[in-house]
């Protein structure tokens, strides 16, 4: 048999509080024979007989006055569920899951976390990853509804936005006559470099990016020391340790404030970035507003610094 609907607990909760089936119809709005219908279909459905009837009114039987509380709470719990969903959507409360590379704290994240708060404060805000590569297996598998990544990407199962920001990678050295010029891949070479992502040396696009300039050139490219953060690797460099490559956004400001130099590479180097969620998978409303809001940060980031590359 099917199981009772909430409507017809509705209908059964307001006919024994009100007495008649034509009272209970009226007030549901609702024709009192498709009320009564409803009733019955709920009796058949439990096999118990829930109303006495009589000319003018209904009695609960014993069934009824042992279901009436079982059903209040039931119709309480529906209207709970339903007013959670409503909060959900509204962002009165609910969760972010949103997933980035680790450095994307330095010019994006603060900023756009704080924001959102600001705006959802009962939303609770989960942001994880390290690395693009990781970020991207955490989306495909369902750990995080959502992400920010550096493209290229392992695209399986992922639907990969457009793209959102472009960065531009700088050879950056505590040395101005190192930098006096583009630097090419045969430079880079003979240089000593400091490179980030060395647990993720295999998977990052700039790594093979430069691997591949490399062995056009015919040319061998070892760092000296490999750290984990681009920030590290800055701060070797600004101790004149060795000179660096670094995404400009996430060293504008430390390089201004150790006095590091910098410049760019030939041919230039671009970084682009998409948001990524998962094909067929769902996005609750908080993650989605959440990248709403970093699409618009990650364009006026843009737009500002096309504007200062073309003064």
Known sequence: MPLPTIRQLEYFATAARLGTFAAAALEHRIAQPSLSEQI?????????????????????????????????????????VAEFGRRVRTLEEGTVSFGTFNSAHLYLLTDLIREFHSLHPGVRIQVTGLNSAEVADSVRSGRIEAGLVQLPIDARELQVSRTAFVDQVVYV?????????????????????????????TTDPLRAMLLERAQSAGVVLEPVIEVEFQTHALELAAQDIGDSLVSFHVGRNV??????TWTRLEPPVEEHYAFITRKRGSISPATREFMTLGSRALAAMQATATAEAAS
Request: hydrophobic share 40%; glycine share 2%; no cysteine.
């Open 40 to 80: 019955s279909v709920l009796e058949r459905s439990l096999d118990v007989r829930l109303f006495t009837r009589t000319s003018r009114r209904v009695m609960l039987t014993d069934a009824g006055k042992q279901l009436l509380p079982l059903a209040e709470k039931t119709i309480s719990d529906a209207e709970e």
């Open 173 to 201: 050295s505590r040395n101005p006559a190192n930098t006096a010029r583009r630097i090419d891949i045969a430079t880079l070479a003979e240089r000593k470099l400091i490179l980030s992502e060395a647990r993720w040396s």
């Open 255 to 260: 390089m201004r404030e150790r006095g590091l």
